[in-house]
C-alpha cells in the first residue's frame, strides 16, 4: 500500500476537485469520487451508474468509457476480465491512469 500512496501523490486531488490533472481518465473520475456507493456487482446497469453505485471494475468500465476506451461488455467485465487487457510494465514504469491490481478475496481481486 505504501507503493500505491507514492504512486498516486500529486493525480489524485481533493475529492469533489475541478482540478485537472491531464489524464483525461482520472480527471472523469472527480465526478464520482467521494460520491458514489460501492456495490459489490454494482454498476453494471443505468440506473447503478446514474446514482453511483459501483464495484471496482464497474467504476473502470465507466471511467474508460468516458473517454473513448472500449473495456468491453459492462455486463461482464470483471476483475479477471480487465487484468488480461493491455501489457504488463513494472512499477517504475507505471503511469496515471494504468490499472493496479491486488489481492482481496482472491489473487487480483481488486483493481
Same mark, same amino acid.
Given at each position: &500500500? @505504501?507503493?500505491?500512496?507514492?504512486? *498516486? ?8 476537485? +475541478?482540478?485537472? +490533472?491531464?489524464?483525461? #481518465?482520472?480527471? %472523469? ?9 460501492? *456495490? ?19 467504476? #473502470? ?15 461482464? =467485465?470483471?476483475?479477471? =476480465? ?5 501489457? +504488463? %510494465?513494472?512499477?517504475?514504469? &507505471?503511469?496515471?491512469?494504468?490499472? *493496479?491490481?491486488?489481492? =482481496?478475496?482472491? %489473487?487480483? @481481486?481488486? %483493481?
Amino acid at each position: &500500500m @505504501g507503493f500505491a500512496d507514492s504512486y *498516486v501523490k500529486g493525480y489524485v486531488a481533493i475529492s469533489g476537485s +475541478t482540478e485537472n +490533472t491531464g489524464v483525461e #481518465v482520472i480527471d %472523469v473520475g472527480f465526478e464520482w469520487i467521494g460520491n458514489s456507493e460501492y *456495490v459489490f456487482g454494482g454498476g453494471r446497469n443505468q440506473a447503478d451508474i446514474a446514482a453511483g453505485r459501483f464495484d471496482c471494475s464497474s467504476f #473502470v468500465h465507466w471511467a474508460f468509457a468516458q473517454v473513448g476506451v472500449d473495456l468491453g461488455p459492462l455486463a461482464s =467485465t470483471s476483475t479477471e =476480465t480487465l487484468k488480461y487487457l493491455g501489457q +504488463t %510494465v513494472s512499477p517504475s514504469e &507505471m503511469q496515471p491512469g494504468d490499472l *493496479v491490481f491486488f489481492d =482481496t478475496y482472491k %489473487v487480483d @481481486g481488486h %483493481v
